[in-house]
């Protein structure tokens, strides 16, 4: 991929070591899934619960049904092989990491069903001597495209494991939001967020709770909803107001933002943008017609709006654009960015 490469000396590290900014053009997001792919897929790939609510599709609702076909073009896009050649983009490796810009669209890690993932690509391509689950230092979801570090040894996964627990790491991510957020720059959210015990594995904003509104789930997901509320905290600057053509020939207004997580929770930055009452475009579980649900009720006109963005059709527009770091053996500061591709 094209990238460039550039050193300075900063005054702000005592022994005055270069700083090393690695910069890449954005990389395109892998392909969608077609309603021809799911005629012709092969179902040995989707998971029990997948499965079983197909095998009674006919006697489904028709928002069960469109929540299943949601699940099984995830699915099948998380079982897709993946080609180095198209999907690994490699910005910079040497005996210790590999940092790559993420297509969106494919998963970052195997995860439990051991699904084909940029680590295995990395693993593949590179053979490091340690395991792909080693490797796995931080994590973005499949739809969110940008920047990750991986680990090629062990003491690099310990130190960088370290670095991101003790937020020596910063992270700067871009996104588009549905609606125009005021201008304003340091817009703090800072906000416990739980497990939700009603769309489980989703999260919310924390609330009391009483015993008679939470559901049984399957126990898996029961240890994850027991746990007390986890405090979070992003800082959200406005870049633009920009507008986005609808078929029909309305202007759609967006926003460009970036988002800075000072705490790395589960889906942070959908639930804090969503609980702003500004979703990010493309989010199809905190946004239009998702499952989860943030926590805060959103205003019928933010709904419609929603709505007309949703017919665009694009994927979700979050992108890690920014990683910095010290290098887990050198100590010395890299910078990582990519341009985000919406």
Request: glycine residues 4%; charged residues 20%.
């Amino acid at each position: 991929m094209k990238r460039t490469v550039t050193v300075q000396l900063v005054p702000w590290i005592s022994n005055l070591m270069p700083l090393q900014t690695y910069t890449a053009n954005s990389v395109p997001p892998a392909r969608a899934i077609t309603d021809l792919d799911l005629m012709n897929m092969n179902l040995d790939h989707l998971s029990h619960s997948a499965a079983r609510r197909l095998d009674v599709y006919n006697s489904l609702s028709s928002e069960e049904k469109r929540k299943l076909q949601m699940k099984i073009a995830a699915e099948t896009r998380a079982s897709r092989k993946l080609d180095p050649a198209q999907h690994l983009h490699i910005l910079y490796y040497d005996d210790h990491i590999c940092v790559v810009s993420k297509p969106s669209g494919i998963l970052s890690v195997p995860g439990p069903r051991r699904n084909p993932s940029l680590a295995g690509l990395v693993h593949k391509v590179l053979s490091p001597s340690i395991d792909i689950d080693k490797m796995v230092v931080h994590r973005l979801d499949m739809d969110t495209s940008g920047i990750i570090v991986y680990a090629l040894q062990e003491d690099a996964l310990r130190k960088l494991h370290d670095a991101f627990r003790n937020r020596q790491v910063k992270k700067v991510y871009q996104a588009l939001l549905c609606g125009h957020v005021p201008l304003l720059s340091g817009i703090e959210v800072d906000i416990a967020l739980e497990r939700d015990p009603l769309h489980p594995p989703f999260m919310r904003v924390a609330q009391s709770r009483s015993s008679s509104s939470d559901r049984v789930v399957h126990p898996s997901f029961q240890k994850f909803i027991d746990q007390a509320p986890k405090p979070s905290f992003t800082v959200v600057d406005v870049r633009s107001h920009e507008y986005l053509h609808h078929p029909g020939g309305s202007r759609l207004p967006v926003t460009r933002v970036e988002l800075t997580p000072f705490t790395g929770r589960t889906h942070q930055l959908r639930v804090h943008t969503a609980a702003l009452g500004y979703p990010i475009l493309g989010d199809d579980i905190y946004g239009y017609l998702g499952e989860g649900n943030c926590g805060i009720p959103r205003s019928a006109d933010s709904f419609h709006l929603e709505e007309q963005l949703h017919e665009l059709g694009m994927p979700l527009c979050l992108h890690a654009e920014q990683l910095s770091f010290f290098h887990p053996f050198t100590g010395a500061p890299m910078l990582f960015q990519a341009k985000a591709p919406f």
